[in-house]
C-alpha cells in the first residue's frame, strides 16, 4: 500500500523559505501523479501543485505560480515542494497525496487522489 510521509514544515517570517519533502513508500510510484494540498482553518482544502510521474508536467495554483517549485528525486522515491516568499496567507496544513491513475496533472480534485500524508503545518507570520 503507498504511504506518504510529509516533513520541512514549520514557522517562518514573512518573505522566507521553507522545503516540504513527501517520501513515498510501499511501492515504487512509477506513473501517476504526486500533488499538494493544503488547508487553512475554516476553509476548503486546495490544490496547490502537482507532478506527473510519467511526463514531469507540473501544475501551480495561481495564488503560488512564480514563488512555489515542485520537483521530484525518483532514486529516493520523494516529491519536494519549495516555496519561496511565503505570505501569511499561505499558513495552512500542506498535504501530500498521490494516486497512479491520474493522468493530467490538473484539476486537482482532493477525490481523485487515493494516498495521502498525514500533513505538515506551515506558518508564516512575524
Known amino acids: 500500500q503507498l504511504q506518504l510521509v510529509e516533513s520541512g514544515g514549520g514557522l517562518v517570517q514573512p518573505g522566507g523559505s521553507l522545503r516540504l519533502s513527501c517520501a513515498v513508500s510501499g511501492f515504487t510510484l512509477d506513473y501517476g501523479a504526486i500533488g499538494w494540498f493544503r488547508q487553512a482553518p475554516a476553509k476548503e482544502r486546495e490544490g496547490v501543485s502537482c507532478?506527473?510521474?510519467?511526463?514531469?508536467?507540473?501544475y501551480y495554483a495561481d495564488s503560488v505560480k512564480g514563488r512555489f517549485t515542485i520537483s521530484r528525486d525518483n532514486a529516493k522515491n520523494t516529491v519536494y515542494l519549495q516555496m519561496n516568499s511565503l505570505k501569511p496567507e499561505d499558513t495552512a496544513v500542506y498535504y501530500c497525496?498521490?494516486?497512479?491513475?491520474?493522468?493530467?496533472?490538473?484539476?486537482?480534485?482532493?477525490?481523485?487522489?487515493?494516498?495521502w500524508g498525514q500533513g505538515t503545518q506551515v506558518t508564516v507570520s512575524s
Open positions: 497525496a498521490a494516486d497512479r491513475g491520474i493522468t493530467t496533472v490538473q484539476p486537482m480534485w482532493p477525490a481523485d487522489f487515493g494516498s
Open positions: 507532478i506527473s510521474i510519467s511526463d514531469g508536467s507540473t
